[in-house]
């Protein structure tokens, strides 16, 4: 039992199982929920923004469920590369529930 437990706690945290997902949908669709929270996600890059003249670096990331944006201090990855990554969802503003300028940062890509 103990053994089954400890397992489960350190599995949990593994960002190369191939579960423990969330869909851009479920973030899009009650983004008061996963403020300032942690996600894995994953999908294929859609489009690439760089203002170098900003420091903005950040891509659109597709999955078959939505779109989301995703600011990165790395590298920014080309068109339809296929990602896998652990960020923490940010809004320029809430209100009533409803996010503006949401997009995830990126924490690690994998």
Known sequence: MWLVLCLMVLLDGCDWLPF???????????P?????????IRGKVSSVIKLPLFDV???RLRD??????VGTLG?????????????TVKSTAMFNGHSLGLRVEEIRRF
Not at 75 to 87: E, F, I, K, S, Y
């Open 32 to 40: 008061e929920n996963f403020e300032s929270k942690e996600v894995k």
């Open 75 to 87: 590298d920014v990855p080309a068109v339809n590369d296929q990602l896998t990554l652990r960020g």
């Open 64 to 69: 078959d469920t939505g779109e989301i944006n």
């Open 20 to 30: 423990g997902y969330t869909t851009i949908k479920e973030i899009t669709a009650a």
């Open 57 to 59: 670096k950040a891509y």
